[in-house]
């Protein structure tokens, strides 16, 4: 049972606009939530992270939204750089525990120059 | 400073011999996660250390799969009788204490033939 979805496999966008990747969850429970960043041949590179106790979180060039309510995070990249171009997952994890952390399935980030 | 590795990069297999697959955590670091990542998937969380505390092991598919964590620093990872539905890429990360963010390793691919 998948209780973080990303249901874009994949997403192109020009450089200089705004990626926008999209992260659903069912666990209303989940009180922290992470994004990875991906290259080919690479383990995951961590991104940013977010608090359930906040809505946005600003990091230079990538912001996370969350929306409780939705059960719903987004990253937003802007601008869009071709070094960007990796599969970018989300996780979330429960309160008061360091085990598991659940993955989405990752989105495919092209960034066309 | 040295990351997370693993070893072997890539490991082929025929199907019903063992393999054991190595992760080396970033040094102090008391938390060690193992994930496979199957083709077309999330990372699926399999086995947590946490310091001398217990693992958690209940993401461990089946009684085929082992982890074990010698003097709270490098983990191997056995499958016993592997099946072709084993191949993956299994990736290991290491997190310091219980917040923030895990560092993975660059995993190792598994093929079973």
């Known amino acids: 049972d998948q209780q973080v979805k990303q249901n874009s496999p994949s997403l192109s966008v020009q450089e200089g606009r705004i990626s926008i990747l999209n992260c659903d969850y069912t666990?209303?429970?989940?009180?922290?939530f992470l994004w990875y960043k991906k290259y080919p041949a690479e383990g995951p590179t961590f991104l940013i992270s977010?608090?359930?106790?906040?809505d946005k979180n600003e990091d230079g060039r990538f912001t996370v939204f969350l929306n409780k309510s939705a059960k719903h995070l987004s990253l937003h990249i802007v601008p869009s750089q071709p070094g960007d171009s990796a599969v970018y997952f989300c996780?979330?994890?429960?309160?008061?525990?360091?085990?598991?952390?659940?993955f989405g399935t990752g989105t495919s980030l092209t960034v066309i120059p | 400073g040295a990351g997370v590795s693993q070893s072997p990069s890539n490991k082929v297999t025929e199907k019903g011999k063992d393999v054991e697959l190595r992760c080396d955590p970033i040094?102090?670091?008391?938390?060690l996660y193992w994930y496979r990542q199957s083709l077309g998937q999330g990372l699926e969380f399999l086995i947590y250390?946490?310091?001398?505390?217990?693992?958690?092991k209940s993401g461990l598919p089946s009684d085929r799969f082992s982890a074990e964590r010698t003097g709270g620093s490098v983990s191997t990872l056995t499958i016993q009788r592997t099946q072709q539905e084993d191949s993956a890429v299994y990736l290991c990360?290491?997190?310091?204490?219980?917040?923030?963010?895990?560092?993975f390793g660059p995993g190792t691919r598994l093929t079973v033939t």
């Open positions: 990360a290491s997190r310091h204490g219980t917040d923030g963010e895990q560092y």
């Open positions: 666990n209303s429970m989940f009180d922290y």
């Open positions: 977010i608090s359930s106790i906040k």
């Open positions: 996780a979330a994890s429960l309160p008061n525990t360091g085990n598991q952390f659940y």
């Open positions: 040094s102090g670091h008391t938390a």
């Open positions: 250390f946490q310091g001398n505390s217990a693992p958690d």
